[in-house]
């Protein structure tokens, strides 16, 4: 009878341990797979923080491009509106001379 308690409480103990296994193991797939997440998220989180930091960049580099083609543009502006000028100088001259 004794030999029989012993068996049976053995067994229980083994039962426990396999059970305690499992929960191991399925705790530590949970684990993974929340690790997995978090490093899919992360590099997902990295590439879209250096797209808005390359997106910063370019418009950066196209504000002072801008910037520059406004001077360009304001300086021949004035260069026109004084070619214009002198044409409509020129005319009035050449008028003035037909007239005489």
């Known amino acids: 009878m004794l030999r ?9 103990f083994a039962m426990f341990h396999s059970v305690q296994a499992k929960d191991v193991s399925v705790q530590q797939a949970g684990y993974n797979n929340a690790l997995h997440k978090m490093e899919r998220a992360e590099e997902t989180y990295k590439a879209d923080a250096q797209a808005v ?3 910063e960049k370019f418009i950066e580099r196209k504000k002072k491009q801008l ?4 001077k360009k ?5 004035k260069m026109y509106l ?3 000028e002198k044409l409509e100088r020129a005319q ?3 008028d003035k001379a037909w007239k005489e």
């Open 82 to 84: 004084e070619a214009r």
């Open 92 to 94: 009035l001259e050449l």
């Open 67 to 70: 910037a520059e083609e406004q």
């Open 53 to 55: 930091e390359d997106t």
């Open 73 to 77: 543009a304001d300086f021949s502006k």
């Open 4 to 12: 029989v308690k012993i068996v049976a409480t053995l067994f229980m």
